[in-house]
């Protein structure tokens, strides 16, 4: 019913820096948060950054100071801006949302997208 969709993946140098956008479509009544995980091969999904209704914003420690979350121009969307990217930022980035629906006003759910690769090289 909801579903949300990455973009702005791909490869870059050590030093560069990437952009990365979420939509977020459906029935979606609204959104409490949005935020962005990454997962590399044989490890955890991690909590890159995430932002919610109140524009409070939380970051992993690796990528304070690089990494800014904000919402897109576009209603239910997200953004990702990524500088002074490193190798070990190299994973699958995903987004999540919790979202009330339409359908049911009264629970919130919880919402994946289908990742995009992000690769840096050195």
């Known amino acids: 019913q909801v579903h949300l969709v990455e973009s702005g993946g791909g490869l870059v140098q050590a030093g560069g820096s990437l952009s990365l956008s979420c939509a977020a479509s459906?029935?979606?009544?609204?959104?409490?948060?949005m935020g962005w995980y990454r997962q590399a091969p044989g490890k955890q999904r991690e909590l890159v950054a995430v932002?919610?209704?109140?524009?409070?914003?939380n970051y992993e420690d690796s990528v304070k100071g690089r990494f800014t979350i904000s919402r897109g121009d576009a209603e239910n969307t997200v953004l990702l801006q990524m500088n002074s990217l490193k190798p070990e930022d190299t994973a699958v980035y995903y987004c999540?949302?919790?979202?009330?629906?339409?359908?049911?006003?009264?629970?919130?759910?919880?919402?994946w997208g289908q990742g995009t690769q992000v690769t840096v090289s050195s």
């Open positions: 999540k949302a919790n979202v009330r629906t339409s359908a049911s006003l009264r629970n919130q759910f919880q919402y």
């Open positions: 459906g029935s979606i009544f609204s959104i409490n948060d």
């Open positions: 932002i919610t209704r109140g524009d409070m914003t």
